[in-house]
């Protein structure tokens, strides 16, 4: 399921939340959502599932316009702070099988098996992870086109965030699908994504693949005489100093001809995210 | 529609605690029929247990929008599903509500015979069986979706200024045309129309039309909602 979103606005009194935000979530991509607290993630993509009926600009799903108010057939969301009734996972997991044709009752067992959830159990007495297993279960079995997580593994410990991973990309394998992810933990979900946006004060700051990123950035680090030269007409976005050496982050195109002096390496998403989302900082 | 009724019926799977509610009112108002049975207590009233029953249409218009609402779209079900199906509870309950309380009376009507005490019925407070036992069905399963479609409108709305606004128009109405009389008039002639009218059809015709507003009204305020 293609997924645009064009020209989104949205204000929280005062508080611009998104402004004129376009993008477009490809059939069949995995993406992550990046940004920090308050740039708008959840506020979009609540806004993609429906969640949110007020609000300026069009979502499209496979040229198909949203009707504002209504929630799209083929979109799950799941978010941490899900309500659910005080009934036994497997209760509510026989609920939502009834709404889905497609559900695939095999990945269910697999993933109860895997997140060693007890499904006896009613939802009051279990963890706030547990809670939130229960949701990613529903999401990854009922055969949505396009699911949306807003922080999924928030609540999780490593292990079960690994657990995780392995599931939805097993589950990505069943069906592929459109999957957008918000996270905070960058580098865990640069492993899952094709593609990383990353949203700044209700603006997308950046759309790229991960491809893309890895190959346009970098850190530089020499002389900070033959730094100066390198990185001339370069975007940079940080750059410290070290006695006579300086480090700099590049996010652009890589050049050929560097000087011997300087090294250049490849950074982490997370490390492009900070001096990207980070970068009035430094100015 | 097949959506709309496994949400039906989800919504009566769900709902065991006006269930359960309702019949403990049920219980306590049987037990207090046989005791009024076996006493013949001259001044005494009693009050038809198929009556008691309508306070299950009560509560699932109040804990399906209050309760079920935000849980059931957790659970991946749409906003349209949910009013539809939650439309179809409705009209499911009412039939079975009119079929109850007929059954009822004619039970009731039998055991009570000539006894000398009071027994209250609003199947004869509101003359329903005018129009025969269709007409009596008809009457009743148009008021309960008048009033589950009210009580859930309400409901659904009352985290938005429009549903207050609708809470403190419907609160304006009673609490102002009752001291006024010529308002009080007014507000008896509109009661009339849409539970005392001795015709049928216009009875239904008007129960109709303000239903289908209110459920506009509610389907409105659901996809207004924000979640």
């Known amino acids: 399921m293609t997924i645009e979103c064009k020209e989104i606005s949205k204000n929280y009194g005062n508080t611009k939340a998104l402004n004129k935000v376009s993008i477009t979530f490809e059939d069949r991509k995995i993406y992550g959502l990046l940004g920090r607290n308050g740039a708008g993630k959840t506020t979009l993509l609540k806004i993609i599932s429906g969640m949110i009926p007020q609000y300026k600009g069009k979502v499209v799903f496979n040229s198909l316009e949203l009707v504002r108010g209504a929630m799209p057939g083929d979109v799950f969301f799941v978010e941490d702070k899900i309500r659910h009734f005080n009934k036994p996972a497997s209760e509510l997991f026989e609920i939502a099988e009834r709404f889905y044709p497609e559900w695939d009752c095999e990945f269910t067992e697999t993933a109860i098996k895997a997140f060693d959830l007890d499904v006896t159990r009613p939802v009051r007495k279990l963890s706030l992870g547990m809670k939130t297993m229960i949701s990613t279960i529903i999401a990854l079995s009922c055969g949505s086109d396009a699911i949306i997580f807003d922080e999924p593994v928030l609540t999780y410990d490593p292990l079960v965030r690994e657990r995780f991973y392995e599931l939805l990309l097993y589950a990505y394998d069943k069906k592929p699908r459109t999957i957008i992810i918000s996270t905070h933990l960058v580098d865990e979900v640069s492993k899952l994504c094709e593609r990383i946006v990353i949203l700044e004060k209700g603006r997308i700051r950046m759309d790229l693949s991960l491809e893309e990123i890895n190959t346009k950035a970098y850190t530089m680090l020499g002389p900070a005489g033959d730094i100066e030269e390198a990185i001339t007409g370069l975007n940079v976005i940080n750059s410290e100093v070290h006695g006579n050496y300086k480090l700099a982050t590049i996010f652009d195109k890589k050049q050929k001809d560097i000087s011997p002096n300087i090294s250049v390496e490849q950074i982490s998403l997370q490390k492009l995210f900070i001096h990207l989302v980070g970068a009035d900082k430094h100015e | ?227």
């Open chain 2, 1 to 227: 529609m097949n959506k709309s009724l496994t949400m039906a019926k989800t919504n009566f799977k769900l709902a065991k605690t006006p269930l359960v509610l309702t019949l403990l009112f049920v219980g306590a108002n049987l037990i207090n029929q046989i005791i009024m049975l076996n006493i013949d207590g001259v001044d005494s009233g009693m009050v038809s247990t198929g009556n008691i029953f309508i306070l299950y249409a009560i509560l699932i218009a109040l804990f399906i929008p209050l309760s079920y609402f935000r849980r059931l779209i957790s659970l991946g079900i749409k906003k349209k599903i949910f009013f539809r199906g939650t439309t179809l509870t409705y009209i499911i309950t009412a039939v079975i509500l009119a079929i109850i309380n007929i059954i009822i009376y004619y039970i009731e009507t039998a055991i009570v015979g000539d006894r000398p005490f009071l027994y209250m019925n609003i199947l004869n407070v509101f003359n329903w069986f005018q129009h025969g036992v269709i007409g009596c069905f008809l009457y009743q399963f148009t008021f309960y979706i008048l009033l589950m479609n009210f009580i859930n409108l309400l409901a659904i709305s009352n985290d938005g200024l429009g549903g207050w606004i609708i809470s403190a128009v419907a609160v304006t109405i009673i609490s102002v045309s009752t001291p006024i009389k010529p308002l009080r008039n007014a507000f008896a002639a509109f009661l009339q129309a849409l539970l005392f009218n001795p015709n049928l059809f216009l009875q239904i015709l008007y129960t109709i039309i303000l239903t289908t507003i209110m459920a506009y009204a509610t389907r409105y305020f659901i996809r207004r909602k924000s979640l």
